[in-house]
């Protein structure tokens, strides 16, 4: 069994889940309940991540209320209710063998760690930092990677692209009429703040470029919250259809900025197609 939060399901959460065929998780971050004000914005929703886990291998996923009550278990309360003996009958898995991380802590104050357990009789696999560019990989890391713009850095951390789910939205038709259609998406889910701007992007083997934000050249008919106006080059409208559609984000081209004018924004756009074709 595989254990941890396992936010992002980066490359250092599959070395964990990698030969593992269960995994124990949470629906909330510990720290939503320890530490509000210390909660993490999250890389993904809890059916995101579990879907994340699963493709890992595993067959089994279990997902625990993180509460009051189960912060203040002791490691040996944790570990007879989730983890050993009767565990199954109460919501938890009963484990044979244990993969989790090098800072994983689990019971009161994090009082348990990988030597408690196999004092209780467990065998622990304890799997080391995947390490990106010499650092430790982290959601933490890929986090502020993301919200500095820096995509390239924290897909390859994630080992995959981060995707941005969205819902159509009905646009001004703005686009269609300077030669750039584009399929407008009202984000879901997302809690990064990702840097408003325009940001190279695929869905499936279709590329694009993708503009998000409120599209300020348009003034009064600009957008009131951020949205994701994204333009296929091969004109391709596939994409359209799916609803809600996932959209992977490749890296990240410039900020979103206001143009003096459409024929200055069409220039700009062209460009942005131009260094993404290349």
Not at 48 to 73: N, S
Not at 240 to 262: D, G, W, Y
Request: glycine share 10%; with cysteine.
């Amino acid at each position: 069994m595989a254990i941890g939060f396992f936010d992002g399901v980066h490359i250092g959460h599959q070395a964990i889940l990698r030969g593992a065929t269960a995994a124990l998780t949470f629906r909330v971050h510990p720290l939503a309940v320890l530490a509000p004000e210390r909660a993490p914005r999250l890389i993904m929703s809890e059916p995101e991540r579990v879907a994340a886990i699963r493709a890992c291998g595993i067959d089994r996923v279990v997902v625990l209320d993180f509460t009051p009550e189960l912060a203040a278990l002791s490691p040996d309360e944790f570990t007879n209710r989730y983890l050993l003996r009767d565990a199954d009958a109460t919501g938890g898995l009963c484990a044979q063998r244990m993969r989790c991380g090098e800072n994983w802590r689990f019971g009161k104050g994090g009082a348990g760690d990988a030597a408690f357990l196999r004092r209780r009789g467990l065998a622990v696999d304890v799997v080391p930092y995947a390490l990106y560019e010499g650092d430790r990989v982290s959601s933490s890391r890929i986090r502020a990677s993301l919200e500095r713009g820096e995509v390239e850095a924290a897909n390859a951390m994630l080992g995959r692209p981060f995707v941005v789910r969205g819902e159509v939205r009905v646009g001004k038709g703005v686009g269609e009429r300077i030669g750039y259609p584009t399929e407008n998406l009202l984000p879901i889910g997302l809690n990064l703040r990702l840097p408003l701007g325009v940001y190279e992007v695929a869905a499936g083997t279709t590329r694009g470029i993708a503009n998000y934000g409120c599209a300020p050249t348009m003034g009064a008919s600009a957008w009131r919250e951020p949205m994701l106006e994204v333009h296929w080059l091969s004109g391709d409208t596939d994409c359209n259809r799916l609803q809600p559609t996932a959209i992977e984000l490749v890296r990240f081209l410039r900020p979103e900025r206001r143009f003096e004018s459409v024929d200055a924004l069409r220039r700009q756009i062209a460009d942005d197609c131009r260094r993404v074709m290349i």
